[in-house]
């Protein structure tokens, strides 16, 4: 069952797991007719189709506002945090009062969760930001722990910049490379971890066959990248003539408000504890993995 599955990354989640076989249950919050696999929910009503969780063998849960739509106003704020809040305590209270057979709950987070990092490399117990993402990653982790209640296996994966030829994190830069501008954030010295999207949805289904991966994992790239050799990668492989340009940090805080730390703060986050899990990356590197993506473009 997917909550959550209409963004970048649900999206393609699904595609990925029906080309694999597997019924995907979908969880929306729009119309549905009876047969197609949606099942209707509203999270601020506290409103779900129990019939998707006694279907169910396994939940994913995605479900979140977009934290990069629009600048950080206390009321975007409040619907980031209350988004994930509410759709989370939903599914955690519907399985502990709804008879099922879901065995495992597979949570999204972000490496957000950990701030501004340097160039400390970041393990899964390492100590976690107290600014806005740290503290809403922190609350939505603690809100999927009431999973373990109900006797789930719980996976929670800390995703980092996802790639895709879709959207995302993407698509604004290839936009400012087509008017010959390759912009580089504050000092361009912050790390970016980043994972392709195939990658992250090759992860989640490693997690749904395999029992012993339980916990918390950063889906992360293994090579993460400075803003500034990330760009200049991008230019490369591109083989335009952009313009690397640099915009200053108060700059983009002017723009962007407390938003501007998408941007200007990073996280060299590992990805050591799931490739212990014998996982290998389809796209370990980033070359390789823009190389695919722009190959879509």
């Given at each position: 069952?997917?909550?959550?599955?209409?963004?970048?990354?649900?999206?393609?989640?699904?595609e990925?797991l029906?080309?694999?076989?597997?019924?995907v249950?979908?969880?929306?919050?729009?119309?549905?007719?009876?047969g197609?696999g949606?099942?209707?929910?509203?999270?601020?009503?506290?409103?779900?189709?129990?019939?998707?969780?006694?279907?169910?063998?396994i939940?994913?849960?995605?479900a979140?506002?977009s934290i990069a739509?629009i600048?950080?106003?206390?009321?975007?704020?409040r619907?980031?945090?209350?988004s994930?809040?509410?759709?989370?305590?939903?599914?955690?209270?519907?399985l502990?009062?709804?008879?099922?057979?879901?065995?495992?709950?597979?949570?999204?987070?972000?490496t957000?969760?950990?701030?501004?990092?340097?160039?400390?490399?970041?393990?899964?117990e390492?100590?976690?930001?107290?600014?806005?993402?740290?503290?809403?990653c922190?609350?939505?982790?603690?809100?999927a722990?009431?999973?373990?209640?109900?006797g789930?296996?719980?996976?929670i994966f800390r995703?980092?910049?996802?790639?895709?030829?879709?959207?995302?994190f993407?698509?604004p830069?290839?936009?400012?490379?087509?008017?010959?501008?390759?912009p580089?954030?504050?000092?361009?010295?912050?790390?970016?971890?980043?994972?392709?999207i195939?990658?992250l949805?090759?992860?989640?289904?490693?997690a749904i066959?395999?029992?012993?991966?339980?916990?918390?994992?950063n889906?992360v790239?293994?090579?993460?990248?400075?803003n500034?050799?990330?760009?200049?990668?991008?230019?490369q492989?591109?083989?335009g003539n952009?313009l690397?340009i640099?915009i200053?940090?108060?700059?983009?805080k002017?723009?962007m408000?407390?938003m501007?730390?998408?941007v200007?703060?990073?996280?060299?986050?590992s990805?050591k504890?799931?490739?212990?899990?014998?996982?290998?990356f389809?796209?370990?590197?980033?070359?390789?993995?823009?190389?695919?993506?722009?190959?879509?473009?």
């Amino acid at each position: 069952m997917l909550a959550g599955g209409s963004g970048l990354i649900g999206t393609r989640l699904r595609e990925h797991l029906e080309s694999k076989n597997y019924r995907v249950i979908n969880l929306t919050r729009k119309a549905v007719e009876p047969g197609k696999g949606y099942f209707h929910w509203d999270p601020e009503k506290k409103v779900i189709d129990q019939e998707a969780i006694k279907q169910a063998d396994i939940l994913i849960n995605l479900a979140g506002t977009s934290i990069a739509d629009i600048r950080w106003t206390a009321r975007q704020k409040r619907k980031i945090i209350n988004s994930r809040i509410f759709a989370t305590d939903l599914l955690t209270q519907t399985l502990l009062t709804t008879p099922n057979k879901i065995t495992a709950v597979i949570n999204a987070s972000a490496t957000g969760i950990y701030g501004h990092t340097d160039n400390r490399i970041i393990r899964e117990e390492s100590f976690l930001a107290t600014d806005f993402l740290g503290l809403t990653c922190k609350r939505w982790e603690d809100a999927a722990a009431n999973f373990k209640k109900s006797g789930k296996r719980l996976v929670i994966f800390r995703s980092g910049l996802v790639l895709s030829e879709d959207g995302g994190f993407l698509k604004p830069l290839l936009k400012a490379l087509s008017f010959g501008i390759a912009p580089v954030f504050g000092s361009g010295e912050q790390y970016q971890s980043w994972i392709h999207i195939d990658d992250l949805c090759k992860m989640i289904n490693k997690a749904i066959i395999n029992e012993k991966i339980e916990g918390v994992y950063n889906a992360v790239g293994p090579c993460p990248l400075s803003n500034y050799n990330f760009m200049k990668l991008l230019t490369q492989l591109k083989e335009g003539n952009q313009l690397i340009i640099k915009i200053p940090a108060f700059i983009m805080k002017l723009i962007m408000g407390e938003m501007s730390a998408l941007v200007l703060e990073g996280t060299r986050a590992s990805s050591k504890k799931i490739e212990e899990t014998e996982f290998t990356f389809t796209y370990p590197q980033a070359s390789y993995a823009l190389r695919n993506i722009l190959h879509k473009h």
